[in-house]
């Protein structure tokens, strides 16, 4: 065994290459006659081509007493043209292996395919006759709105959906669109019709005003005259983009039961409006938040999962809602879980002295640095696929923010210290100037909740 040892070959063991610098892709801009704002992004091997259109279809453009029409109007995109009926565009969506799927929200509405880039020719041709010449057929439209009007009663019954629902109506003045569900109520949606689709699509779908995201393997591709026949054939009348109107918000500390008697577990939602990412806050803020609730490894979760046993799992988090160059754009800042209803009091008490702990002691340098790793070193696999990119570069057009901002942010993080990720935090989550929801049973939270002086406590019907 000794001999036959001594006369293997052993080959040195493979040595760790040198780190290839990583950074969030930068696309390429341009515009094509009809005014329609092209960003494209080359990226080899990424053979699923991604697409998102941006319409300048905010939510507060919606006609009064039709909420929702945005969303019926996103979903008839796909339900035929005048090219093909609602059964004959699925049915070519299906050859061409690719799907479309679109959304309305305060920004606008955004419409999302992917398809082979093999295929990508076709894709890009029924995606430019959804835009150009949707049918909106009065009886795809009545079907879309017996299907919304189906799913509102779901959403109600969730506990966390009537939560958000509460919480903005909480939040936001009553004239304000952001206070109402973004997909209208049933009062609303009921009275939207074909005629009511066609005339939001006309008068606020167009080219000029619209921009088109493109990632995936270009090679071989001509863009350039795919979108030119496809795209470009989208026709309208020039426009200039919508004026951003100021948002206010109440966040006086208080808390709202919405009562759900005999619920064996309470939803919790805890928030107030912030900062957009034009706010120079902002990196410091996605950081400090992390590290208060972003993963299991966080404050919140230690103490009210780990140590206390009251959830599965709370967690902090930034999302905008709308964003604007002018400063007037908006963010929600949040705490959302959910604990067994006999510990609703108890564990609404530990968050709270999570939040003074913060607040008087400080982030460690610690969970800073876990943050920074777990938000900037795993940035790579985030964005392996088209899609992942496609949307984050959509997100910043809708944002009104520079090509570059996913990339410098990532930066941004990197270089943040511990002591200003500390202070974003807590100006987020200041302890007497939050909004509580709680989805619950009122018969049995609301003294104990009522004792720890979190702010008035009113309790209203679940619906």
Not at 163 to 177: N, V, Y
Not at 244 to 266: F, K, N, W, Y
Not at 331 to 344: E, Q
């Amino acid at each position: 065994m000794t001999e036959q040892l001594a006369t293997m070959d052993f080959h040195p063991q493979p040595q760790a290459g040198e780190a290839k610098p990583w950074a969030f892709p930068a696309p390429e801009r341009a515009a094509l006659d009809n005014g329609l704002t092209v960003l494209r992004c080359h990226r080899p091997g990424q053979q699923v081509v991604a697409v998102e259109v941006l319409l300048d279809a905010p939510l507060d453009a919606e006609p009064a007493g039709l909420d929702g029409v945005a969303t019926i109007m996103a979903r008839a995109f796909s339900e035929g043209t005048d090219q093909h009926s609602a059964e004959e565009f699925a049915a070519e969506l299906e050859r061409a292996g690719a799907t479309l799927d679109a959304h309305a929200d305060h920004p606008g509405v955004r419409l999302s395919l992917e398809v082979p880039a093999s295929r990508l020719a076709k894709g890009l041709g029924l995606l430019a006759d959804a835009l150009r010449a949707p049918a909106f057929a009065e009886s795809e439209v009545e079907r879309l709105v017996r299907n919304r009007l189906d799913e509102i009663p779901h959403e109600l019954a969730n506990p966390a959906r009537r939560a958000a629902k509460e919480l903005s109506k909480e939040l936001f003045p009553a004239t304000a669109r952001m206070s109402r569900p973004r997909q209208g109520t049933e009062e609303t949606v009921e009275k939207i019709d074909a005629v009511a689709v066609r005339a939001f699509y006309d008068r606020h779908v167009r080219p000029a005003t619209a921009t088109a995201v493109v990632v995936g393997d270009l090679t071989g591709i001509d863009l350039d005259a795919l979108l030119g026949d496809t795209l470009g054939a989208w026709t309208g009348t020039p426009g200039e983009p919508r004026p951003v109107p100021a948002v206010t918000a109440d966040d006086t500390g208080r808390v709202v039961i919405v009562d759900r008697p005999g619920a064996v577990q309470t939803q919790l939602l805890i928030g107030r409006v912030g900062a957009d990412r034009h706010d120079r806050v902002w990196p410091a803020q996605v950081l400090g938040t992390y590290c208060l609730g972003g993963t299991l490894t966080s404050r919140l979760d230690r103490v009210l999962r780990e140590e206390k046993g009251y959830t599965y799992g709370v967690r902090a988090f930034g999302q905008v809602l709308r964003s604007g160059p002018e400063g007037n754009g908006v963010s929600m800042l949040a705490i959302s879980g959910s604990v067994d209803t006999p510990n609703t009091g108890p564990a609404l008490d530990d968050l709270w002295k999570v939040l003074r702990t913060l607040a008087a002691e400080g982030l460690t340098d610690a969970e800073r640095d876990v943050a920074v790793q777990n938000l900037v070193g795993v940035a790579p696999l985030k964005y392996e696929t088209a899609a992942a990119v496609a949307g984050t570069l959509a997100d910043q057009v809708e944002q009104h923010l520079p090509d570059d901002f996913q990339a410098t942010l990532y930066r941004q993080l990197a270089a943040t210290g511990t002591v200003e990720a500390t202070a974003a935090v807590v100006n987020a989550f200041p302890v007497d100037r939050l909004v509580t929801v709680l989805v619950g049973d009122a018969a049995q939270i609301k003294a104990p909740v009522e004792a720890l002086g979190l702010g008035e406590v009113t309790v209203v019907a679940a619906e």
